[in-house]
C-alpha cells in the first residue's frame, strides 16, 4: 500500500499537514525531533563508551590475575 504513493502523494500529504498544523506549529515539532534524535545519538556514544571502559578493566583485571599467578 505505501509502496504505491510517489512524489505527488507525498506533496500532497505536505500541503495538507501544513495546512492543518500551520508553519509554526511543524518548524517547533522538527525542532523537538533534532533534541530527540541529538539526545539518541549521545546515549548511544555513551552507552559505547562505557562498554569500552568496562571491557578495558576486565582486561586489566585478566592481566593482573595471570601475572599474579606467575610471581
Avoid: C, H, Y
Avoid at 10 to 17: D, G, R, Y
Avoid at 25 to 39: A, Q
Amino acid at each position: 500500500m505505501l509502496n504505491n504513493i510517489g512524489l505527488p502523494g507525498l506533496l500532497l500529504i505536505a500541503v495538507v499537514v501544513l495546512v492543518l498544523f500551520g508553519r509554526g506549529k511543524i518548524s517547533s515539532l522538527m525542532g523537538e525531533v533534532g533534541k530527540g534524535i541529538t539526545s539518541f545519538k549521545k546515549g548511544i556514544n555513551e552507552g559505547e563508551e562505557q562498554l569500552k571502559e568496562e571491557a578495558a578493566e576486565e582486561i586489566a583485571d585478566a592481566t593482573e590475575a595471570k601475572t599474579e599467578d606467575k610471581v
